[in-house]
């Protein structure tokens, strides 16, 4: 792949997904920070952000120049709805030959919520996994069908990415925000961390505390089947609002969220999750058990189902090569 050609100022890298340089940046306010670089706001560019590496010579600049491709790759309907639920990288930000960071778009407003003491904070998925607190009377909780609606949007959305041959790594509730103002939706953060089916990350990737699957024989390695694992992780936790509920305990859905029978369909299908490695149930078989459809093929508790022979559809080669090019940590969180 050719290195991206270098926009003569901001505008032209977003409108292009090419490099823009740092010294072209005005920088503002940090907006967050974390082990592997922190997050700053730029002046005259509202609801944008610098995602600055603290140490660019561990960075894959390659890896991110895929991503910046794929967005700019996809049809513009595809690439409205990226935008509208994840801090994809929009361009890469360099500093000489070095690869030094990305820009990215801010969490949406709704997303965030007001503490007592008048400081902003983003709306985690940790918020669905426990009960309100004085300490959290600020967040805006869902109803019982709300709640069922935001995990079917974390489902279509991690769904999608698996289709495009892509894994996400550190799924945890650390990453996912969301909101139901106007309406439920959820905004996926550290999007660096993804990649290609087989493929090095930007960084290296470091799991979650309580959200590693413990079964993968590739440690923190990402894959489609950890990632699978996550998810249902992250299903569970917040149908039974338990922070720390895993596959093989019982499972008990928060009143009313759940009809009976997906309720049913919905405890085998966690029954799955825990499961051996590749075994894990894919976002499909989740949505229909959340939905309590018929068109969903269960494995008999305590059998184990075959392997998939096939891995999900790989990104299109021709998104990552010279023309397209041309053409986790705890970041973007305010303080």
Known sequence: MSTPERAPDI????????????????????????????????????GLLLK???????????????????????????????????????????????????????????MTWLTGAGARKLTEAQYLLYPPRAATQGVLRPDPEQRLALLLEVVGLVGRLHRRGLVIGDLSHANVLWTVR???????????????????????QADTPDWADPLSPHGSAATVDSDRYK??????????QDPYLTPGQPFEPLPGVLADR?????????EQAGGAYGTRPDLHTWRAALEGRDAIALTPPGAVPPRPSQPPRPVD???????????????????
Request: with cysteine; glycine share 10%.
């Open 52 to 110: 600055h590496y603290l140490d660019p010579g561990k960075v894959n600049g390659r890896a991110l120049t895929e991503l910046v491709a794929l967005r700019h790759g996809l049809p513009a309907a595809d690439r409205d709805r990226l935008d509208a639920q994840t801090a994809w990288p929009l361009c890469r930000v360099v500093d000489g030959p070095r690869c030094v960071g990305f820009l990215m778009r801010e969490a949406p407003p709704a």
């Open 231 to 240: 998810a249902a992780l992250l299903i569970g936790r917040t149908l039974a």
């Open 317 to 335: 080669p021709r998104l990552f090569d010279g023309r397209a090019a041309r053409g986790s940590i705890r970041l973007n969180r305010p303080s």
């Open 262 to 270: 997906s309720a049913a369909m919905v405890r085998r299908v966690w």
């Open 11 to 46: 505008a032209t890298a977003l409108a292009h997904g090419f490099d823009v340089d740092l010294a072209l940046l005005n920088l503002g306010d940090e907006a967050g920070r974390g082990g592997q670089g922190r997050v700053q706001r730029l002046d005259g560019y509202p």
């Open 182 to 204: 106007p309406e439920p939706a959820v905004y996926l953060l550290d999007c660096d961390g993804i990649r290609r089916i087989g493929a090095a990350p930007v960084l290296e």
